[in-house]
């Protein structure tokens, strides 16, 4: 690139802060602006719903880069930048305050937003608290202090990890799911029910195919009637009811939007020189040949580094197996590959404490794989499956099923 | 085993144990890793520096070893911190083996 044209990297979180840390690996000319509507530098979302919410770790303690790396690569980092406006064909994004900034290549990586579907929800929506920064956290962490009885809407990954943290604080806790599963979007039946089982032994109250039907609030505390005529009450609701892809600035303008910002496997949108990554994008991914939207900490990652290399003009495409996890009590859930399309499923490991997973196969070969177990338990069959797969290897269904099997030595072979 | 360094810890037998194995070694209240690697036994720290995992069932490739929680990779030779969410590199410790017997200098 000519050393004097401007890179623009709209977000701050992990894909944007990573995707600027790349570029400045290959070239320390190009000038490189990190846009950020937070007021603090990029940091690790897993342990907002977990460790921060228990007080186990500081914002401090999962910065992913401090003040000094900026300052030191030469990455202009501006915070409480909220972008309002774009102009594709001057190349020029509007701020809220009135500044506008030039760039000649633009990486969109401004993640995703909590959903607000229900109407029930709607209607009181600024009543529930919901998780997305650090400052929901902070919301909720102090919230908790003064509640006895919590209710999350939405048995996802994040209702279900702030579900296990308020168990660890002792709080009585009910998940109120409508679908009959839950973690439904993502991971599989039997999977997702050895979950449900370990948050009720634990003593979380989980309703499933259940909906809101009516909330009253009197002082302070919450009257809330289940689609089963159920009543309960509470006085804290936390909602956790999934995300969409953050494309509120590009309504309207002249780039392809279908469940995210489209792009292809080289990170680029429907519109000359702007990129994007992270949650924000539905890519193109050649190994699935498919369109895929990925919320989880290891995409945003890897795809903030590949869409630097593409804006710099080292061409690479994307290829990167999905790979995500949730930790919950005292189990990690890890899924790799794709778990939807399949003819057969094989299970390994018979039990939570030794591991069990689900090996989801097609024409012999893995496409997907996913596990629940004690806290170490599975990583390594799921990172063995991740390769696997990878590689296209045709499975011995034996081999999967024996425990005892080193699944690294399917690899060997090759 | 030379007496004249006490801070040898006696693991275990070398036998039967192939390339990327770990072995678990507890002494005290503390736990170490000792990995097979091609050229010998190295050691590091037992629990990641990321959250409290044990690296025993973790994955080795090459001179790494991946945490089986997060994915977390360090440097098994040098305990550097490789890859996100890891940050905070692994304490390593010597290995030697003497007579098919392993052990770990721990002071």
Redesign the interface.
Known sequence: MNSKEKIVILGGGQSAVYAAKEIRNYDNKVEITIISEENVLAY?R?PLSKEYITNKKKLDD?I?FNSEFYSKNNINYLKNTKIINIDFQNKILFSQNNNQFLYDKLLVATGSLNRKIDPNIKNNYNKFLSLRNNEDSDNIKNKLKESKKVLIIGGGFIGLEIASSANELDKEVYVVEMNDQLMGRSIPKKISNLCKKIHEENGNKIYLNTTIKKINFYNNSYEIKLSNEEIIFVDLVILGIGSIANTELFKNKDIKIDNGIITNEYCETSQKDVYAAGDVSNFFHPFYNKYIRLES??HA?NHGICAAKNILGIKEAYNSIP?M?S?QLNI?IQLTGLCDDFDEILQRGENIEEGVIDFFIKDKEIKGACGIGV??????DI??ASKILEKKLKINVSNILDKNFNL?KMLKKV | MNNENLNWHFVQDSDGIED?DIIRFDLDDKTFCIYKLQDGFYATDGICTHEA??LE???VMDDEI??????GIFNIKSGKALS??ACDDLKTYPVKVEDNKIYIQIS
């Open positions: 690790e897993p999962f992913f900490y290891q990652q790979w996890w930790d990690n806290k170490g338990k599975i990583g390594r990172k063995l690294s | 990327e995992v044990h069932d973790g994955l991946e945490c089986p929680m997060h994915q996100p969410p």
